[in-house]
C-alpha cells in the first residue's frame, strides 16, 4: 500500500532553473494539496485541488503552478526557481474535504535552489 | 481567518512524564481542531481532530486533547511519555464556513528523556 508518493526525493536547483514535482496516490482521494514547510514556519498550503481538472490557490501560490490532469496526480511546478523556495515540499490527499476528511502526506521532497 | 498559536518550539520530558503541548487558536467561525505528529523524514500522519461532538477528544497512541472555548484552547496530552513519541507535532485549524484551508502552527518538538 503506496499510499501518497512523491518524487523526487531531494533535488538540488541553480536559481533560474525550473523542475516538476510530482505527487501520486493510490487511494482514489478526491482532494489534493501542495504544502511548503520551512523552519519555523509551520506547512503553509501552496495550492490545492478538489477534483480532477481543478486547482485553486492556497496561501503561498506566488512562483508556483499545479495541474490536475488525472485524479491520482497533482503536479507541482517551479517555472525559475528562486533561492526563496528552497523548502521542503509535502503533498497530501483526501477522501473529502478538510473538515471531515484525514489528510495523509507523503514523505516530502527536498528542494534546494542555488 | 483562523490561525493557532503554538507555545513553545521545543519541549522535554522524561520517560514516564505527563505530555503537554499547547495549542492555542484564533478563529472568527466555529472551529475544527487537528493535532498531526511527524517523525523524522516522514509526512504528517493525523493524532486526533475536534469537529464539535465531544471537547474531549482521544487520539491514536494514547493521546488526548480537551477543546475549551472559554480559553481558545485546544492542548494535547499523554499521561505517560514513551521513547516512541519523540516527534515534532503540528496543531491546525479550519473554519466551518467551507473553504479548504487548513492553517497549521509552527510546530512542537518533544524530546523524550531516558
Known amino acids: 500500500n503506496a499510499g501518497v508518493t512523491q518524487t523526487p526525493k531531494f533535488r538540488v536547483l541553480k536559481t533560474g532553473q525550473s523542475m516538476t514535482l510530482l505527487c501520486a496516490q493510490d487511494m482514489n482521494h478526491e482532494y489534493m494539496y501542495w504544502y511548503r514547510q520551512d523552519p519555523g514556519m509551520g506547512l503553509r498550503l501552496i495550492h490545492y485541488s478538489v477534483g480532477e481538472g481543478t486547482t485553486a490557490k492556497g496561501e503561498v501560490p506566488d512562483g508556483y503552478n499545479v495541474s490536475r490532469l488525472k485524479k491520482q496526480n497533482f503536479l507541482l511546478g517551479l517555472e525559475s526557481a528562486a533561492p526563496s523556495q528552497t523548502s521542503v515540499y509535502f503533498c497530501?490527499?483526501?477522501?473529502?474535504?478538510?473538515?471531515?476528511?484525514?489528510?495523509?502526506f507523503g514523505e516530502g521532497s527536498r528542494l534546494t535552489v542555488l | 481567518a483562523q490561525s493557532v498559536t503554538q507555545l513553545g518550539s521545543h519541549v522535554s520530558v522524561s520517560e514516564g512524564a505527563l505530555v503537554l503541548l499547547r495549542c492555542n487558536y484564533s478563529?472568527?467561525?466555529?472551529?475544527?481542531l487537528f493535532w498531526y505528529v511527524q517523525y523524522p523524514n516522514q509526512g504528517l500522519q493525523l493524532l486526533l481532530k475536534y469537529t464539535s461532538a465531544a471537547t474531549l477528544v482521544k487520539g491514536i497512541n494514547g493521546f488526548e486533547a480537551e477543546f475549551k472555548k472559554s480559553e481558545t484552547s485546544f492542548h494535547l496530552t499523554k499521561p505517560s511519555a514513551h521513547m516512541s513519541d519523540a516527534a515534532e507535532y503540528f496543531c491546525a485549524v479550519t473554519g466551518s464556513g467551507g473553504n479548504e484551508k487548513l492553517t497549521f502552527g509552527t510546530g512542537t518538538r518533544l524530546t523524550i528523556i531516558p
Open positions: 497530501a490527499s483526501s477522501y473529502s474535504r478538510v473538515l471531515t476528511g484525514e489528510l495523509f
Open positions: 478563529s472568527s467561525v466555529p472551529p475544527y
